[in-house]
């Protein structure tokens, strides 16, 4: 519907996708590309500008949380207005954006980063448990697990890094096999009515 406005406001619409997975009376342009290579996707938006020079870009936008930090690049990329390339990737990279909630003073769990065993003993005595593992770079609450004890939580690690994978979700290409080892919060909440 958002898409549906633009056009009915007059926009020029560029669909850039590795498919055209949208409803094609709403596009006026399509550049194939796969949004997760950054590279190739701010080529080919150059080298379309380039064959249609009566096209601008006036400005750019995206529905996917994958491609926030991809957003970023185009914007910087054809001085378009928006997040800077380290503020897109410190809203998808959950470690990022942990330290910078702790940096800020803004609160949260207790966490740390996670690669290897080692670290990850460093987690358990640092965060304890129950705590949630999950990697650091992902969508929709996949391979996010709670651990109630050592041996779960070395067995999810050893899950994590032979799962999340480019294979299994390209988003995990940006993970380098980066995890979250945090605090589990639980949440009470009474409510009381009054009559």
Known sequence: FIIDRI????ANIILVNSKFDINKNLIDHFVEADTYNHDEVIEKLRSFLKKNPEINFDAALTFWEDDIPLLARVCKAFK???NSYGTAV???NKFEMRK???ETGLGGPIFHLVKNTKDLEKAMNLVGFPAVMKPVWGSDSEFVILVKNEMEAK????YLIKNCT???NPIF???DGSFLFEEYIRINITIKYFI
């Open 7 to 10: 056009k009915k406001l007059g």
């Open 80 to 82: 378009l207005t928006g």
């Open 90 to 92: 410190k809203t998808r």
């Open 100 to 102: 910078r909630l702790k």
């Open 155 to 158: 067995n999810t690690l050893s």
């Open 166 to 168: 480019e294979q299994f």
């Open 173 to 175: 290409k940006y993970n």
